[in-house]
T-cell receptor, first 112, second 115 residues
Framework: TQLLEQSPQFLSIQEGENLTVYCNSS?????LQWYRQEPGEGPVLLVT?????EVKKLKRLTFQFGDARKDSSLHITAAQPGDTGLYLC????????????FGRGTSLIVHP | DAGITQSPRHKVTETGTPVTLRCHQT?????MYWYRQDPGHGLRLIHY???????DKGEVSDGYSVSRSKTEDFLLTLESATSSQTSVYFC??????????????FGPGTRLTVL
């Protein structure tokens, strides 16, 4: 089983602050995804990163896949209360499995 | 939004009783999954299906069984519910995307309490 460690586990910040959350593993992943889950709902895919060193931007969110494809980060600029939620990373193994492995998530609260 | 519904959305039951949760999709996706989500554990895969009548176990399959007799329906059965199965259960669907891990679309979840 390939493990994904997410940090921090909890994050409580004020509106307008910047933050970064991390997803790390000792295993190589062929691709990695970030999902956001709002309270009372199922997770929704934000992005998939595939290439080592890849950077993708989605409005105020910046996603990076590590060069060795073992880690990823999500940076949020000028956080807003609407960013509140659980951020989950999920990875597929180097064998190309269609069954993703999920991290335990980072719970973010952005206070107005 | 992908057409995925789960029923019931909330259920309270007693230890030892059988419980069946239903996942229904209107997307005609090949793959369907059942996860449970617990504080501190994230999403853990219970069972998944890669076609009608084709299913396989996930990492936490003990005490659960599944069936898929039609493309659109995936049933999760707790054969004899225990308090440790109190959780939020999510169904997800996906299609293959070559060698990439596929995008999964999740249902709204079922909150199950076993007393």
């Amino acid at each position: 089983t390939q493990l994904l460690e997410q940090s921090p586990q909890f994050l409580s910040i004020q509106e307008g602050e910047n933050l970064t959350v991390y997803c790390n593993s000792s295993s190589v992943f062929s691709s990695l995804q970030w999902y956001r889950q709002e309270p009372g709902e199922g997770p929704v895919l934000l992005v998939t990163v595939v290439t080592g060193g890849e950077v993708k931007k989605l409005k105020r969110l910046t996603f990076q896949f590590g060069d060795a494809r073992k880690d990823s980060s999500l940076h949020i600029t000028a956080a807003q209360p609407g960013d509140t939620g659980l951020y989950l990373c999920a990875g597929a193994g180097p064998g190309g499995s269609y069954i993703p492995t999920f991290g335990r998530g980072t719970s973010l609260i952005v206070h107005p | 939004d992908a057409g995925i519904t789960q029923s019931p959305r909330h259920k309270v039951t007693e230890t030892g009783t059988p419980v069946t949760l239903r996942c229904h999709q209107t997307e005609n996706h090949r793959y369907m999954y059942w996860y449970r989500q617990d504080p501190g554990h994230g999403l853990r895969l219970i069972h998944y299906s890669y076609g009608v009548k084709d299913t396989d176990k996930g990492e936490v399959s003990d005490g659960y069984s599944v069936s898929r007799s039609k493309t659109e329906d995936f049933l999760l059965t707790l054969e004899s519910a225990t308090s440790s199965q109190t959780s939020v259960y999510f169904c997800a669907i996906s299609e293959t995307q070559g060698w990439l891990v596929p995008e999964q679309f999740f249902g709204p979840g079922t909150r199950l309490t076993v007393l």
